[in-house]
């Protein structure tokens, strides 16, 4: 394995990583080693190629400023790259909520006759929020309406967004007196581009500003749109046991993994997996029946609400494919990776897109329609059980390693666990951080990077450190996967490496010290957690002022760079492993880091040392906790007291 152990953390990817290499797979690791060394001015944000005259590279030396050819200095050029990266991660989020949305238009409107209303609750609960008239309705009418309000919110151009309403109200008057209230989402996204156009925008915080705004649009809207609907339409997560890594592909049964975000096709393929008929035909073909399991979103998606196990993240997609165990990886959209039919095609795994929006040349495509979703799922299935007479036995190499852990919590349902089932209110979870048990609570999310070997290290070590620290961590996407695949996300962690306040917490209750909240467009969840948090009183009247910290120690995509954004915009300090691009402009990187505090409340911090990063977060929180006037740490104050 020898190198290998200095690449991916966990030992099921260390073995694949050896099985790929012995067939020929080249993964995103070999390649990214290829690209060394990586292009410095890129990675410094100062490159523009916004027009023909470029590309240029604008660059601030201690001599002076080598400009772009339209005089374009290093801190304009910095801040709309970055913005338009916001652009870029907002409008996925957005776009999935948006197709969500239109899953629900025609749910209500009976054309997709395989979905329905399974959280009654929720759908009142939003109807209220979007002023949509629920007395005397029949739920299907209250659909329909909430539908086409949450729909027409995309292309909306003026007013506020309805869902900012949650934030509290201190936070919307920080937004307010900013300008950065998001009026829109496809406006706000559409004005990046418009911005970052050659000759519009030249003033960096103004750039940024309108980052903010745009984020806050993901964050507040289509993200938060496409978890809700999501939850109402799929049913809301409710905390479920599961297995997660590569180890749970099945040798006997037919393998399909489904991989990339939206849920809405994939929770038809587990239903269709289940069907009789089609575990039948799988005997038929020889397999002792089909094994479902995900990769990313997808997979966070389906282990939420099924209980479906997850096979790994997002750098063990092609490692999944190695195993030469997969019948089918059936793909939708986001963090896909190009090469994946280079690495299906050394094997008999039949790669399967099925987004008009994402295809790839020469690969089998099974277009998802919302109308048919059931059938287009078992025709997918069907097709994967017919592959499964081609797979090599001989050479299939599944690494037998699994975790337990449980996933499915919630901000409405799970946090209000902590209150038991006769009292359910934030209320404990409050005063556990009153009474110093708890320090706070840090979100760690985001996405897994060639460029942080070992693979996953960042994750654990800065989860370990939080929840040593007395920190609850509520975990989404890539990350959840990575920490679970460590046995962090099992009720069992708690006694094993959590901070004896937290344990405290966690015995009673029964939670494990780190609370698997759902896929990318699930931060939404930590949003609506801290409006709670808020909400439930005693640690003060905005986001800003509450003991939490973001973190993604491990990001790579732009919907990493938005969600980041807009936890900053919500006023919740936030750390990301390596440092955004925007190094090349000491004053963006000043604004990011510094400026933004006295605007929003809160700012970016990069560091690379997960455990430093970590102790950042803990002493944020610890300022937060000074200001509010707390109890100092229970059991710190008990030992610095036993030690005079
Ligand atoms: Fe160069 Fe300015 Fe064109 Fe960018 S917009 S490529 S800096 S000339
Ligand atoms: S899947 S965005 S690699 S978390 Fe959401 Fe993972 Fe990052 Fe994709």
Known sequence: MGDNEKR?????????????????????????????????????????????????????????????????????IVARNLLRMIAGGAAAHSDHGRDVAHTFLLMARGEAKDYGVKDEVKLRQMAAEYGVETEGRSSQEIALSLAETALAEFGQQEGELKLAARAPERRQEVWRKLKVMPRGIDREIVECMHRTHMGVDMDYRNILRHGVRTALSDGWGGSMIATDLQDVMLGSPLPIRAKVNLGVLSEE?????????????????????????????????????????????????????????????????????????????????????????????????????TSPKARMPGVRHIEFDEAEGFDVAREIVRAAIEKFPERDKETVNIPKHTMDLVAGFTAEYVFRMLGGSFRPSYRPLNNGIIEGRLRGVAGVVGCCNPNMQPVDYGHVEMVKELIRNDVLVVQTGCSAIACAKEGLLAPEAAFQYAGRGLQEICEAVGIPPVLHVGSCVDNSRILAACCEMVKEG????????????????????????????????????????????????PAVNEY??????AELGATWAFEKDPIAAAQMMIEHMNEKRTALNLRPMMYEEREAAAAT
């Open 538 to 585: 005693g640690l003060g009247e905005d986001i800003s002022e509450l003991p939490v910290a973001g973190a993604a120690p491990e990001w790579m995509s732009e919907k990493a760079v938005s969600i980041g954004m807009y936890v900053v915009g919500s006023g919740i300090f936030t750390v990301f492993g390596t440092p955004l691009p925007v190094e090349g402009s």
């Open 8 to 76: 991916m953390r966990d030992e099921a990817s260390q073995e694949a990583l050896g099985a790929a290499e012995a067939r020929g797979v080249v993964t995103a690791l070999d390649r990214y080693e290829s690209q060394q060394p990586q292009c410095r001015f890129g990675k410094q944000g100062i490159c523009c190629r916004l027009c023909s005259m470029g590309p240029c590279r604008a660059i601030t030396t201690a001599k002076g400023e080598k400009i772009g050819v339209c005089g374009a200095t290093a801190d304009t």
């Open 592 to 597: 990011l880091t510094k400026g933004m505090a």
């Open 253 to 353: 049964k037919v393998n399909i993994v489904v991989h990339g975000h939206e849920p809405i096709l994939s929770e038809m393929i587990v239903e269709a997996s289940r069907e009789p008929e089609l575990l039948k035909l799988a005997e038929e073909r020889g397999a002792k029946g089909i094994q479902l399991s995900g990769i990313c979103c997808t997979a966070n998606e389906v282990l939420m609400r099924q209980g479906i196990p997850s096979a790994g993240t997002f750098l063990q997609q092609e490692l999944a494919i190695a195993t030469g165990a997969v019948e089918a990886m059936v793909v939708d959209v986001q963090c896909l990776m190009p090469s994946l039919p280079e690495a299906a095609r050394c094997f008999h795994t039949e790669l399967i897109t």
